[in-house]
């Protein structure tokens, strides 16, 4: 079992930035990629971007120059870094170890005008 804790959400300006954060517990060994996803209301859950063990990242084109993700394989947490944020960047944002059935219980982000 893996348990994923996210913090760091919050109300921000558009224009503001955040900082996601996503600590890992219990059987972490079995954690390989990492990523962070969010959900709008009455749209999908998609991806934002991924993280490799080794640090190979991808990321969603509308977040692209905006958002890094990065991880810390030692303190097994990753983050999301969200700069220059939008209106339609609001949503709840969750960590996801890949491959795997494991998800955050989310944290809200929301980008006012």
């Known amino acids: 079992q893996v348990q994923l804790v996210e913090s760091g959400g919050g109300l921000v300006q558009v224009g503001g930035s955040l900082r996601l954060s996503c600590g890992a517990s219990?059987?972490?060994?079995?954690?390989?990629?990492m990523g962070w996803y969010r959900q709008a209301p009455g749209k999908q859950r998609e991806v934002v971007a991924r993280?490799?063990?080794?640090?190979?990242?991808y990321y969603v084109d509308s977040v692209k120059g905006r958002f890094t993700i990065s991880r810390d394989n030692a303190k097994n947490t990753v983050s999301l870094q969200m700069n220059d944020l939008k209106p339609e960047d609001t949503a709840v944002y969750f960590c996801?170890?890949?491959?795997?059935?494991?998800w955050g219980q989310g944290t809200q982000v929301t980008v006012s005008s």
């Open positions: 219990g059987s972490t060994l079995s954690i390989r990629a």
């Open positions: 993280v490799s063990t080794r640090g190979m990242t």
């Open positions: 996801h170890a890949e491959e795997t059935s494991y």
